[in-house]
Each structure stands twice: as C-alpha cells, then as structure tokens.
C-alpha cells in the first residue's frame, strides 16, 4: 500500500525516458519506500508516513533535477570515455587492416593526393587573384573606376583611360553612391644613391587613402592638408625599403633623399614610414617603394581611382551616377562626352582571368575522376572483404559497428589523402609561381591561404564520408549466409556491383575524353600562333628604348642630338644592318583617342571616341623591319601640312578595292577637330603585338617628327651576341648620368606574347594527363578484377577450346567498350565544353573535328593498354587449376 502510494506521486513523470531518467526515478521511489516502511514500523499510518518520508526528503521537483543532471553528466562521461575507447579501436583496427594491403593503400591514398593537390594548386591561385585579390576592408564593396570611350573598344586587348583630376574631383564631391574614392598615380623614377641611380616605384595619394586601406604608418605621420596645399617635398618610405636601404632606422624621420624623374631631380624630406601591408589595388604588381602627397588641383594629371560602394548599392547604379557627374564636371561640352565610366571588381582586371577559370573547371574534373578512382577501388576492396565482414557480423558485430569502422577507414585514408594533397598543391603552386610567364606577373601573388586550406579539409571529409558510405552500401547488400557459404571470390561475383563499377570507369573515360578535346583544342592554337606568318621578321631584330629626363632634355632640338648621336654611333657598330626610329616598338601599342573618319563617308558622332592605332616611323623603319610595301611609296613629304599617312593592308581592303585606298584622306577627330592626312601608301599587315592580332581595324603609320619627344630605336644586326652591352656602353658615353637603356630582342617579344596561352595549354595538358593515367587505373583494376572473377569460367572455356586469340579479344573488347561508351559521353560534353575556351582559340574552330576525333582515339588507345596486364592474366589461367580451385 504504502509503495502505490509511491508510484501515485510520480503519475506525472514522462511516458518516454532515457535509462538513466528510469534510474533516477526508481532511485527517488525505493528511497522513499524505505523510509516510509520505517515509519510504520514505528506506529505511523501509511498515509502519514509516506507524507513524512516526503517532507524530510525536501522538495521533490528540485531534488529529481538535481539527480537527474547529476546522472546525466555520469551517463555524458561514461558515453564519451566508451566513445574515445571505441574511436581508438576502431582506428587501431583500420590502420593495421590498411597496412596489410600496403600497395591498395598507397594507391588509394595517391589516387587522392594528386587530385586534391592539383585542385589546390589551382583553387589557390582562384583565392588570391579572383576571391580575395586586395587585402582592403570590406573587400565585396571595393571597384576600380576607370573610362573606356564611347564607341567602345575595338582594340582586342584591356585598354582604358584614367579620369582627369576636374572629373575625379566631381566624382569624389558629388558621389551619394559611394561610401569613398580614392585616387592615386604610380609611375617610375630614380632613387639617387651612391652609385648608380635605382629604380624604384612611386605612388602619390591622398591622407585618406590608409583610413580606406584600414592602416596607419609605422612611425611618423601622414601627410597634412597644409603639405599638400603648399606643394611640400615630403615623402614617407615604404616598410620594404626602409628596412633595405635603411636598415630600419628610427632616426630616418626628417632626412632627405632625391628622387629623379622625366622633370628632374629633386630632394625630399621622409616624414613617415608605411606598412608593407599597404599597397595598391593592382594585383601582382611592384610594391610601392616611395609615397608622395597626391596634387589633385592639376588639371592635366590622370589619376587611377578605387572605391568602396555603400552597402546594398550596384555597379549599375554607380555607373549612371559617375556619368552624370562627369557631364557636370565643366570639362566636356555640355551634354557631349566621349568617354564613359567603366566600373569593375578588382578580380575583373587579372588578364588571364578567362584561363584561370578554365583550369579550374579542368582541375575540377581532374578531382572527380579521382573520386570516382577510389570510389571504384572501395568497392573493390569491400568485395574481396565479404567472407570477412560475414564472419564478423556472424559473432555479433551489428551493422553499426561495422558501418562504424568502415566510415573511419576511409576518414584515414581521406586525410591521408588531404594531406598529401596539401603538400602537392603547395609545391605545384610553386612550381606555378616559378614557371609563370612574364606576361603573368599576377601569379607572384598566389599564395596558400587560410580559404584554401578549408577548402582541403572540407573536400577530404566529404570523400572520408562518401567513400565510408559506398563501402557501407555494399557491404550492407551482401547476405551473410551466401557470403558464408562462398568458397571462392569467383562465386561470390554480383553483377550489380560489377554494373556499378563499369559506370565508374565509364563516367572517368567521359571527364578525360573532354579534358583531352580542351587540351587539343589549345594545342593546335600554340601551334597555329607559332606558325603564323607575322608580316615581318623578328630574328636579328632589336628595340631600344632610352628615358630622357625633361630637366637636361628640355629642348626637343636637344632630344633630337641625342638619337641622332646614338643612332650615327650604331650605325657605325659592326654588323649593324639597319636601323630606323619609331614611337613605339613591337609588343607594344600607341593609340590616338577620338573618332575615325573616312573622308567622303557618312561623319560619325562628332561626340564619340574610340581607340585608332598610331605609330609614328621614319623611312627606314619598313625596311629595317622587314614589312613589305604593298601599294605606294614611302613618305616623301614628313612637314605636318603634307599630312602624310600609310595604312594596314587589311584596312585597306576592308574600305576600298586593290588599287584604290591611294589619294583618300582620313583622320581622328576629337571633339570634330584633326588634321586630315593622305594616304600614300599600304603596308602589309604586320602583327608586332604578337601573333593572331590582325585585324580590319586602322594602323596609321605616320611620319616621325624630327623633335618627338618619345622614340624607340629598331635595330636590325647579324651575329651580335650582346647587342644590349654595345648601347649601355655607346650610351654611358654620351651621357653618363641617364639610367641604362631597355634593349629587348624582337624574338623575345613575340614569344612573351604567345607564352600565356602555351603556358595554360600546358597546364591543361599536364590536368588531362593525369587524369587519363588515373582513368587508365580504373580501367586496368575493373579488368583485372573481373578476369579474377572469371578465373573458373575462362578456365572452363578454354578446357572447351575456346583459343586464346578469342579469350583475348573478349577481354581487350570489354575494355575497349567502355572506353567508347565514355568517350561518346565525353566528346557530347566536349561539344559544350569547347564553345567555354572559344575565346583562347585561334586558327582552329571549337569543334574542330580532327580536335575531337584525337581525343577519341587516344582515349581508346590508353583503354586499350590498360586490359594489356588483364588480358596476359587471362591468357595466363591453368584450366585445370581453375576448375579444382573451386
């Protein structure tokens, strides 16, 4: 009576409880019950004693949750400590299980280790140039602001124009859009030093650039207001060059330097030193070695702009906004401007951006191959451990606990992976760093960070975690009593696994066979770029480019003594064949802004302006180069009122019949004003930017200026081995104060300008390589498998006198199979894929049929190598032995 009065009290204690809820309880009612008999047993009534033994045992609600967490931290640690003990096992038991399949292992985890290594490699450099290219605050919000004109850009490469300070000054006072612009100006000029002058980089900004970049200086201050309203020659070091060239002195505060330019010399005292960490938005260029206040009341300075967006504003918005205050900005005529504004993510203006996308979508495919590799050899390893995991289940294993275990052997193995993948990617990445072009410079910025590295991780527990789980499906799938009964691996053979398995290597074939189109694609476009006629020739071939300082070289007549003085000592050099003068030299382009005409065509917008290529040459330059005159003469009147011109063979036949483009006058107009000039002659094309750059678009070569103010030397010569020596040292003897002149071989500049696409054609080749070697190893293990799964059956066959020619062909013809059938799956994939790289493409199509019919044909000859060990095997089997054997 007295324990139903017990159990009445607890009517409201949950239906549903864990074991150690149940515990507490019962604790609480014996407890009770026990005491309550005591009192009975002293004379009380049993409705009395049990109202005692619960006054003296205190407030029942607090002291059940005291027990109750009480038992539940016991039950936590009890958990946890059996939880670590079996998390212990289970990670004994898998490294000696893995150990004593030392070769399955160390395919396994290199299987991983070059795909997670190739992807970091890459996703490392997508991290530093594409993701997070400036270390800025609020980095989503940060644009660069440049001004592209109106009529667009036809120029074939990223050329823009940077504001003038009336605009940037209207930009910065009237922007609602912008949370901050700010503008600065990076050129090059001369630290004056003991010895010769060095070369170091300048960038003039305003105070509030370090509060935009989240930095403050070193030591020292900033500039002030009153420095930069008065013109002060004051300057702060970077942390680079103070700690180089200084030796990180304290003392440096209030010193003087000089610094030379195209003006002159001049002296300027260092009020500060800033950070390393401060740097401007380009990528991968020059750290800043000198900073100076920035002049913005100089109406003819161009300024680079970067800016931090509101939050929630678009680019859209704050292009509508920048354009409307450039028309208000008192320096086009009103209504009449012929630029736009251009605003773009910093990650916009990496050159290569298109290709390293493409490598990334290739090193994407490369990891899936690898994934679908060792999904295949799990599955293959789960099927030879049947008998095993039957037996186990047999003595009392649940499915659990070998789900369990199976998930922690390929956490191992996927960490192993991971690991060596992140030391591949490191040493790849800087292989990448070392191997780069040097039209690449943006790759010295690459680096191993922080999102990468999760990027890892996450990757090796997705794959721990699928691969645990396909070994857990399978095994899950087998009966025990069938795999008990087996006698032999041979009879254990499911054809739903061996189906499954076929699809892996299927689906591998397919990702290589579109890598292998891509990787053919670019192939043949580096071949086509190396072969492509250039219209003239580089060998023997040389630019000289000389920095004349306006402060000594005031005087255009004084310029002009000056090449006229080296171009007569060159003239005069040995094996010296030609040489003539000409405002730019290969590789490099000059444009003249404003809108085209043809004279006796419809005008266009007199507002409009566009980029119209310009070199100013002498008579010899055609000759020297190696360009062929194909209709007129030569210049034979170089004043500005002749207003002579030739053009570009393929602008001429864009406008005019053969014969024809003689006698037509044409100009770029600014604003409606230009000097009209006459065509007197037609050049052959020439691609002096570099192979594939031909184009209907105008190449105005006019006549050089005696007094230019800017001027390249083209030097032709045969067997001069170190042409650039002979004019350091005709220059030093000139004028021994000038910095020494830039000498580059024409040869060295076309192949710069191809090295970008070769160097990704390689990259993609090297992606495509291995990951046709790891579907060459998903082939040769689902073949070398099933040949061992048929050991008794070929064996039979050949008792019967099947030929070996026969038992061999069956095999190869699997084989070959499966790499047609992926093949067909990566070449629809290739169909779409290809139209992705078009833009890379030159001289071949994106679906260049002799591209696509190599892909297939090489996929099936690796196929084909693949089944030779299988096949040997096969050809190989003892009938008889087969037969007993089971």
Same mark, same amino acid.
């Given at each position: ?41 002293? #004379? ?16 029942? $609600? ?7 967490? +009480? ?25 000696? $299980? ?51 004109? @109106? ?17 940037? @000054? ?15 100006? +990076? ?7 003991? %010895? ?57 505060? #209030?010193?003087? !330097? ?39 009341? @100089? ?6 702009? *970067? #800016? ?110 991971? #690991? ?36 890892? !991780? ?28 087996? %006698? ?51 060998? %023997? ?52 802004? %404003? ?19 310009? @070199? ?154 291995? +990951?046709?070697?790891?579907?060459? *190893? ?17 064996? !039979? ?8 020619? $026969? ?55 690796? +196929? ?23």
């Amino acid at each position: 009576m007295i324990r139903s009065g017990v159990r009445r009290a607890f009517r409201l204690a949950l239906r549903r409880r864990d074991r150690w809820e149940r515990e507490v309880e019962d604790e609480i009612k014996l407890h009770l019950s026990l005491r309550a008999e005591q009192l009975v047993a002293q #004379g009380a009534t049993p409705e009395e004693a049990f109202r005692e033994a619960a006054r003296r045992f205190g407030p029942l $609600t607090e002291s059940r949750a005291r027990l109750l967490e +009480a038992a539940r931290h016991r039950e936590l640690r009890m958990h946890r400590t059996e939880y670590v003990a079996d998390l212990r096992q289970d990670i004994s038991f898998a490294v000696r $299980t893995l150990g004593r399949q030392k070769g399955w292992t160390a395919i396994t985890i290199l299987t991983l280790a070059l795909g997670i290594g190739a992807t970091t490699a890459v996703f490392s450099v997508v991290s530093s140039l594409l993701l997070h290219p400036i270390p800025y605050p609020d980095a989503d919000r940060v644009v660069i602001v440049e001004q592209q004109p @109106n009529q667009g850009n036809n120029t074939g490469i990223r050329v823009s124009i940077t504001p003038a300070s009336p605009i940037v @000054n209207a930009w910065r006072t009237g922007s609602h859009i912008f949370e901050s612009l700010e503008p600065y100006r +990076a050129r090059g000029m001369l630290l004056r030093t003991t %010895g010769d002058p060095a070369p170091v980089r300048v960038t003039s900004i305003l105070p509030s650039f370090l509060t935009f970049a989240n930095e403050r200086p070193l030591i020292g201050r900033i500039f002030s207001a009153g420095e930069i309203e008065n013109k002060a020659p004051v300057a702060l070091l970077s942390e680079g060059i103070w700690r180089e060239r200084f030796g990180a002195d304290d003392k440096v505060l #209030g010193r003087s !330097i000089t610094i030379g330019g195209q003006i002159g010399d001049s002296a300027y005292t260092i009020i500060g030193v800033l950070p390393a960490s401060l740097q401007t938005p380009g990528v991968g260029r020059d750290r800043t070695d000198i900073w100076f206040p920035l002049d913005l009341t @100089n109406r003819n300075l161009g300024l680079s702009i *970067v #800016g931090r967006l509101r939050p929630h504003m678009t680019i859209s918005a704050a292009t509508r906004e920048l354009d409307a205050l450039a028309l208000r900005a008192d320096v086009y005529p009103p209504g009449k401007a012929p630029f736009v504004t251009m605003v773009r993510r910093p990650a916009e203006l990496i050159d290569f951006r298109d290709s390293l996308i493409m490598l990334t979508a290739a090193v994407a495919l490369v990891l899936l191959v690898a994934c679908a590799n060792v999904a295949h050899l799990m599955m293959v390893r789960t099927a030879t451990r049947r008998r095993e995991l039957a037996v186990r289940v047999a003595l009392g294993a649940g499915r659990t606990r070998l789900f369990r275990q199976l998930i922690t052997e390929s956490f191992i193995l996927a960490f192993a992976g991971a #690991g060596g993948g992140i030391l591949l990617g490191w040493l790849g990445l800087k292989a990448l760093v070392a191997l780069r072009p040097a039209s690449m410079t943006e790759l010295t910025a690459a680096h191993l960070d922080l999102t990468t590295l999760g990027v890892t !991780i996450a990757a090796s527990v997705l794959s721990g975690i699928l691969f645990g789980v396909i070994g857990a499906f399978e095994s899950s799938k087998q009966s025990t009593h069938e795999a008990l009964k087996a %006698g032999s691996l041979a009879t254990s053979h499911a054809r739903g696994h061996d189906r499954l398995r076929s699809l892996l290597v299927v689906s591998e074939m397919a990702l290589s066979a579109t890598l292998i189109v891509g990787a053919t694609l670019l192939i043949r476009t580096v071949v086509n770029l190396q072969r492509t006629d250039l219209g003239f020739e580089p060998k %023997g071939l040389y630019a000289v480019n000389v920095s004349l300082p306006n402060a000594r070289y005031r005087t255009p007549a004084s310029r002009a003594a000056f090449f006229n003085e080296i171009a007569a000592r060159l003239r005069a050099t040995p094996s010296v064949r030609g040489l003539a003068f000409s405002l730019v030299p290969p590789g490099a382009r000059s444009f003249s802004i %404003g809108t085209f005409e043809i004279d006796g065509e419809a005008a266009a917008n007199a507002a409009g302006a566009s980029f119209t290529d310009v @070199n100013d040459v002498d008579n010899d330059f055609f000759k020297t180069m190696g360009i062929r005159l194909v209709e007129g003469t030569l210049f034979t009147d170089t004043t500005e009122a002749a207003g002579q011109v030739i053009v570009n063979a393929a602008f001429a036949r864009a406008h005019w019949l053969p014969g024809r483009a003689l006698g037509h006058r044409v100009r770029v107009a600014y604003q409606g004003q230009g000097h009209w000039r006459t065509i007197v002659g037609v050049a052959a094309d020439a691609s002096t930017t570099g192979p594939g750059t031909h184009s209907t678009a105008p190449l105005l070569y006019g006549p050089k200026s005696e007094y230019s103010l800017q001027e390249s030397i083209m030097v032709r010569t045969a067997g001069v081995k170190d042409l650039a020596g002979v004019v350091r040292a005709l220059v030093k003897t000139i004028d021994p104060q000038l910095s020494p002149p830039h000498v580059e071989s024409a040869e060295a500049i076309v192949a710069r300008t191809i090295s970008g696409p070769r160097f990704t054609m390689l990259l993609l080749t090297a992606f495509t390589f291995l +990951a046709l070697v790891l579907a060459a *190893v998903g082939l040769y293990g689902v073949m070398a498998y099933s040949v061992t799964q048929q050991t008794r059956e070929i064996g !039979i066959r050949i008792a019967l006198g099947a030929t070996r020619r $026969t038992i061999a062909k069956a095999v190869v013809l699997r084989g070959v199979l499966l790499a047609i059938t992926g093949a067909g799956v990566g070449l629809a994939g290739a169909f779409w894929g290809s139209r992705l790289i078009a833009k890379m493409l030159y001289g071949v199509a994106p679906l260049d049929p002799i591209s696509f019919a190599a892909g297939a044909l090489l996929l099936i000859l690796t +196929a084909t190598a693949a089944c030779v060990v299988p096949t040997r095997r096969a050809l190989a089997i003892d009938p008889i032995r087969a037969i007993r054997a089971d």
